[in-house]
Every structure is written in C-alpha cells, then in structure tokens.
C-alpha cells in the first residue's frame, strides 16, 4: 500500500497528495516552506504537520525567507513558546538559520529555485552530501522527502495513480533529466517508508 493509495478522500492528506505533493515548485517562500515543513516532521507523522501547517505560516511570517533570516532571540523564544507549531529547539534555530542560508544563495544565485536548478540533476546520494554540507538539519530522509516533493526527485506518486500523469504534464525537474527510456519507480519508496511508517497521528487518530 502506498501513499497514492491511502491519501486520496482524507481530509489532510488528500489535498496534499492531489494537488502538492510532487509538483514542481518555482516561488523561494513556498521551497523554504517545504523545506521547514519537512524538517519538522523529522520524527513525527505528516499527518501532525499537515494540521499545524497554518499554524506554521503563521508563526513563520508566511515563510517569507527574508523576515525569517532576520528573526533574533525575541523571535526565537516566541517560537518556542507557540504551542500550535513543533517546539523544538533544534527545529527552530535550523528554520532561521536556513532561511538566512538561502538569503545568502539568493544573492549569489538569484533565487532558491536557480540554485537547486544549477546543481540538477544529481541522485539523492549526492543530493543529501550537497544538503548536509550547505542547510542544517538536512538528514537523508528529509533531504529526499523535500526533493521529492518539489520534482526534484521522482517517485511521489505511482505511475497508476491519475496524480501521476498531472505532474508529469507540469515537466518537472527530474522528467526533464531522465532519458525518454529512463525506469521511474512504481511508488513513492520515501513516504512508503517514513511517512507510512508515521501515518497515524500522535494521538492515533486517523492517518
């Protein structure tokens, strides 16, 4: 069972799935987003997330990357204080501290977007060192749950699933590096994986 399976009908998941999940993503604020958003996850289920994720907006100035970047310790305490997103430490100081990262990437490359465009294609192994070496808390898992997210990396959705045809129309990223003849997977091994894994939510209700 995939998430292609599962996700269409929920009420979070369902959107996500239908509408998000593996389509190519051009604007900075909404890559920063995925990126924070996936960090936080990082031993949770998506399913948490997807719930506080207007709380997230809210919290993050609409993950506007250069208001983050600019965020200080009155900003970093109220984070941690806001009991409607993840109060982690850890998770909070690598929000601000790669929102200033990409503010940097930003001046050298002209957006967030050029920059993952110029260094694509890579596979995960290389995109993971790439990751570690330039965000913070940038792990294999969330390093590829983020690229394959925004079309960076295939295999968000099965090839049977009517989500599948719909990104592939919008070329993304690694439609645009494969061979015409090039194998794609059958089914998103990472949300398989991490994300079945943690499909219940915290308090066991629903996926």
């Known amino acids: ?6 996700a269409p009908g929920h009420p979070f998941h369902g959107p996500y799935h239908d ?11 909404a890559l920063f987003e995925r990126l924070v958003l996936e ?13 506080k994720r207007e709380n997230f907006r809210a919290a ?12 200080g310790a009155r900003d970093r305490a109220r984070l941690l204080r806001d009991a409607g997103i993840i109060r982690n430490r850890l998770k ?4 601000i501290e790669n929102a200033r990262l990409i503010r940097g990437i930003r001046e050298g490359h002209g957006s967030f977007a050029a920059w993952l465009d110029a260094r694509h294609p890579l596979g995960k192994t290389e ?5 570690k070496k330039t965000f913070r808390f940038t792990g294999g898992e969330i390093t590829g749950e983020f690229l394959i997210s925004t079309g960076y990396l295939p295999g968000a959705h099965a090839k049977t699933c009517p989500v599948y045809a ?6 993304p990223p690694w439609a645009k590096a494969a061979p015409p003849d090039a194998p794609v997977p059958a089914g998103p091994p990472a949300r398989q994986g991490r994300r079945r894994a943690r499909i219940r939510d915290r308090d066991g209700a629903g996926l």
């Open 1 to 6: 069972m995939t998430y292609c399976d599962i």
């Open 19 to 29: 509408a998000e999940y593996g389509f190519p993503l051009r604007d900075d604020d």
């Open 39 to 51: 960090i936080n996850q990082a031993g949770l289920s998506w399913l948490t997330i997807l719930k």
């Open 60 to 71: 993050y100035d609409r993950f506007d990357i250069d208001r983050v970047a600019r965020y």
């Open 92 to 95: 909070v100081d690598a929000a």
């Open 127 to 131: 995109w993971v060192k790439l990751f």
């Open 166 to 171: 719909k990104v592939l129309r919008l070329n």
